[in-house]
């Protein structure tokens, strides 16, 4: 189960535009990672060449946490929001949950839910 300092901490480094050194400190070694019902990825490390291959893609990104962040035992849910301009000038909007199963301070199962919609970018 994590702490509650564990927690703000992650939180604190996805808000900061974090996102690989996040993976890299609160993340398991062979952590799952799965976008709705798509297959996992497994391996923190497939993780983070997926997170530098979006993030080459923006110009710029912004991350919020809505809180409250939801906590039993083992398992975290987090409401994010994420705002990204790509290169292209475009930008997309994600609304998204996160359900984390967490084992002491690292994260080693974790699902996304959100609308597939969301993913396609939009003229400015």
């Avoid at 996805?14 to 993976?23: D, S």
């Avoid at 398992?75 to 359900?99: P, Q």
Wanted: net charge negative; aromatic share 10%.
């Amino acid at each position: 189960m994590p702490t509650t300092d564990t927690l703000e901490r992650f939180i604190a480094r996805v808000e900061a535009n974090a996102h690989v050194e996040a993976l890299e400190e609160f993340y398991a070694e062979t952590a799952s990672m799965q976008e709705n019902q798509a297959i996992p990825r497994v391996g923190r490390d497939a993780h983070i060449a997926n997170e530098r291959m979006v993030l080459a893609r923006a110009k710029s990104l912004t991350s919020k946490c809505v809180r409250p962040v939801l906590v039993n035992g083992d398992h975290v849910v987090i409401r994010w929001i994420f705002h990204f301009e790509w290169l292209d000038g475009s930008v997309t909007n994600m609304e998204e949950i996160a359900y984390q199963r967490w084992s002491g301070e690292r994260v080693v199962e974790e699902t996304f839910f959100y609308d597939p919609a969301q993913r396609v970018p939009k003229n400015r």
